[in-house]
């Protein structure tokens, strides 16, 4: 594989681990500088209430606080469905701009349809303050980072490369677990390959952070940080030799047996909204849907 150069800057890279929904978070800091970056966020839900809390958020505001940072990016690699997005609550503690990957605006269409969703509902990703472009640049302090549009687990994931390190979503997990499920809407094992094999293309060394860990069997510690070249040698889906074909039949096969995330019907309608819950109703009440048989 051909290698892309990235800059030199080593981030520092702070996580945070969200255990019922598998979930890592993390404040990415400029390391000349107090500037930083938080990467998918976790707003605590329980779905049998209907009860929302900000515990894992306030984990990071007092984090932020504490080492004095100034928060310059609240990002997303995607329209979560395992998790809610605490990126309002963290806009209105702490600033920051909001950003997501363009084809969010694709994510909203399918799934604004998908929950009959009213004209107060928009679908052109103006909810976030910014919509990353594939090789697009935004920096965080004195650190520079650029998007690699890596689809196929949703159509508008991203992966973040800022200096060393590449913040990849759900596009993959720890060589021992593998790479993300392809059967949600837009999504598509083919895709996946080839993205997956774009963010391989870094320089082996690169860092890669995840979005979730789930512990593969025998192992007992979740694990959150890997590198492209334990990725290209150990991925039990995806290392090298494995052809595009054999990757497909795989993924197809295996997503065939999954479940669907708990969270996803409450996560997707607040996600694809930036974090905001929809308008509330007439009665002031905030209300999430539950389409029936739609998802089967």
Known sequence: MSEVKTSPCVPQVKAFFDEPTNTFSYVVQDPSSQACAIIDSVLDFDYASGSTDVRSADEIITYVRDHDLTVEWILETHVHADHLSAAPYLH????GKTGIGALITVVQDTFGKAFNVGSEFARDGSQFDRLFEEGERFSIGNCEGYILHTPGHTPACL??????AAFVGDTLFMPDYGTARCDFPGGDARTLFRSINKVLSLPAETRIFLCHDYKAPNREVY????SVAEQRQHNVHVHEGITEAEFVRM?????ATLAMPTLILPSVQVNMRAG???PAEDNAQVYL???INLFN
């Open 289 to 291: 849907k539950i389409p």
């Open 276 to 278: 905001e819950m929809p």
């Open 251 to 255: 993924r197809t096969e295996r997503d």
């Open 159 to 164: 992966t973040y490369v800022i200096g060393d």
């Open 92 to 95: 209105q503690a702490l600033g």
């Open 223 to 226: 694990c959150h940080e890997t």
